[in-house]
């Protein structure tokens, strides 16, 4: 490892950052600032555009620190560089070249290089062997040759051999300058294979389950959009977001599974599964908060302009919703995006005659331990036809 090799690690970090910010906002542009999510979403590209992947540890070895005072191995140099855009940690360096520096093919390989090359051709199947052990061979009948030629008294004899030797080593010079040459591009071949079935494991080892949801009190789909967060140790929650009427699928390895449940109609629900004899779907009750369900109800309820009928719906919301409730109303553009109102606009609001009503949709709704709505998020989708 040379200095120059740090500095060409450092450039290759920051083409790692760029690639990952041309589709992605994480919490922190820099990349030695991300941390949770961010890391776990740049994992994931990492496994779909270079088909490998590096270990939390790795990343925080690597990326926290800057400069690193050590390259990391081969293969997360060659894992690093494909995500890149290139095809080899070697391709890396070659197209960043510094004033001066020289990159060799045919540079000679020193014995750690030659025992990693043995160890990792060695592992993988239907790779030739004798190629790699072919400079020692040669070394050795090097050697030979000198002994022979201290012999005075053999030489006359083996004159025809040493002939016939340096023949043999003529032709093999062709062979060993290929494999100077190829060495490390036999490695990345090896390796990104190696590094490819280590991303898929996941998808290999893992199963599949299928979680679907009802209303506990009407044996009904859930009438509101749930969010659904997959707990693991050490890491950071995985939220999703489930639509009414569609189920949810989860593929794991692991042997456990906790998932916490919320909606705004529904109580919070937190879900321990072992996955070791679980089936592979399941319906969840969820049990509905009546009186978030009931706001909710008169807010969209049509009165058809019946005074009596708005009066009802008036005294219905104002014994549901606390005095000081906060209420808030998100809009479906980039110039004006939220409202606050106070009670009484709200409840003005949604006692209005008007078509648009039947799209509001409740994304958040909180209630006191009194049972009094203190807090409502909601918005109005846009409808072209009530245009």
Same mark, same amino acid.
Request: aromatic content about 10%; overall charge negative.
């Given at each position: 490892?040379?200095?120059?090799?740090?500095?060409?690690?450092?450039?290759?970090?920051?083409?790692?950052?760029?690639?990952?910010?041309?589709? +992605?906002?994480?919490?922190?542009?820099? /990349?030695?600032?991300?941390?949770?999510?961010?890391?776990?979403?740049?994992?994931?590209?990492?496994?779909?555009?270079?088909?490998?992947?590096?270990?939390?540890?790795?990343?925080?070895?690597?990326?926290?620190?800057?400069?690193?005072?050590?390259?990391?191995?081969?293969?997360?140099?060659?894992?690093?560089?494909?995500?890149?855009?290139?095809?080899?940690?070697?391709? $890396?360096?070659?197209?960043?070249?510094?004033?001066?520096?020289?990159?060799?093919?045919?540079?000679?390989?020193?014995?750690?290089?030659?025992?990693?090359?043995?160890?990792?051709? $060695?592992?993988?199947?239907?790779?030739?062997? *004798? =190629?790699?052990?072919?400079?020692?061979?040669?070394?050795?009948?090097?050697?030979?040759?000198?002994?022979?030629?201290?012999?005075?008294? *053999?030489?006359?004899?083996?004159?025809?051999?040493?002939?016939?030797?340096?023949?043999?080593?003529?032709? !093999?010079?062709?062979?060993?300058?290929?494999?100077?040459?190829?060495?490390?591009?036999?490695?990345?071949?090896?390796?990104?294979?190696?590094?490819?079935?280590?991303?898929?494991?996941?998808?290999?080892?893992?199963?599949? @389950?299928? +979680?679907?949801?009802?209303?506990?009190?009407?044996?009904?789909?859930?009438?509101?959009?749930?969010? /659904?967060?997959?707990?693991? #140790?050490?890491?950071?929650?995985?939220? +999703?977001?489930?639509?009414?009427?569609?189920?949810?699928?989860?593929?794991?390895?692991?042997?456990?599974?906790?998932?916490?449940?919320?909606?705004?109609?529904?109580?919070?629900?937190?879900?321990?599964?072992?996955?070791?004899?679980?089936?592979?779907?399941?319906?969840?009750?969820?049990?509905?908060?009546? +009186?978030?369900?009931?706001? @909710? @109800?008169?807010?969209?309820?049509?009165?058809?302009?019946?005074?009596?009928?708005?009066?009802?719906?008036?005294? !219905?919301?104002?014994?549901?919703?606390? *005095?000081?409730?906060?209420?808030?109303?998100?809009? =479906?553009?980039?110039?004006?995006?939220?409202?606050?109102?106070?009670? !009484?606009?709200?409840?003005?609001?949604?006692?209005?005659?008007?078509?648009?009503?039947?799209?509001?949709?409740?994304? #958040?709704?909180?209630?006191?331990?009194?049972?009094?709505?203190?807090?409502?998020?909601?918005?109005?989708?846009? =409808?072209?036809?009530?245009?």
């Amino acid at each position: 490892m040379t200095d120059l090799d740090i500095l060409h690690f450092e450039q290759l970090k920051k083409d790692v950052q760029a690639q990952y910010l041309k589709e +992605y906002t994480p919490s922190y542009d820099d /990349i030695s600032k991300w941390k949770g999510i961010d890391i776990i979403y740049f994992q994931e590209d990492l496994r779909k555009k270079a088909k490998g992947n590096i270990s939390e540890k790795s990343f925080y070895t690597y990326f926290k620190n800057s400069p690193v005072t050590k390259l990391p191995r081969i293969d997360m140099l060659n894992l690093l560089s494909i995500y890149a855009g290139y095809d080899s940690w070697y391709e $890396f360096k070659k197209q960043h070249l510094f004033a001066g520096e020289l990159l060799k093919d045919d540079e000679d390989l020193d014995d750690d290089d030659l025992k990693e090359i043995e160890k990792i051709v $060695f592992t993988a199947p239907n790779l030739p062997q *004798n =190629d790699i052990t072919l400079k020692k061979q040669e070394e050795k009948t090097a050697d030979n040759e000198v002994l022979q030629k201290s012999n005075t008294e *053999n030489q006359s004899i083996i004159h025809n051999k040493d002939i016939n030797t340096k023949t043999n080593s003529e032709e !093999q010079k062709p062979k060993k300058s290929f494999i100077k040459k190829n060495a490390w591009a036999l490695i990345t071949s090896v390796l990104v294979v190696l590094t490819g079935l280590l991303g898929f494991k996941d998808v290999i080892f893992s199963k599949t @389950y299928k +979680y679907c949801f009802t209303d506990a009190d009407r044996g009904l789909g859930v009438v509101n959009t749930l969010e /659904i967060k997959v707990i693991k #140790e050490n890491e950071s929650p995985i939220l +999703y977001k489930i639509k009414p009427g569609e189920c949810f699928y989860y593929s794991t390895k692991d042997k456990n599974l906790k998932m916490q449940i919320s909606s705004p109609f529904y109580e919070y629900l937190e879900i321990n599964r072992s996955l070791e004899n679980a089936p592979d779907e399941e319906i969840i009750e969820l049990k509905p908060d009546d +009186y978030k369900m009931a706001a @909710y @109800y008169f807010s969209i309820k049509d009165a058809n302009g019946d005074p009596e009928e708005l009066k009802r719906k008036r005294n !219905q919301l104002e014994s549901l919703i606390s *005095n000081n409730a906060v209420i808030y109303q998100i809009y =479906d553009n980039n110039i004006y995006g939220i409202e606050r109102l106070d009670k !009484q606009k709200y409840i003005t609001l949604v006692t209005t005659p008007t078509t648009s009503l039947k799209n509001l949709s409740v994304i #958040e709704m909180k209630k006191d331990n009194n049972g009094k709505i203190i807090s409502i998020k909601f918005k109005i989708a846009t =409808d072209e036809k009530n245009k």
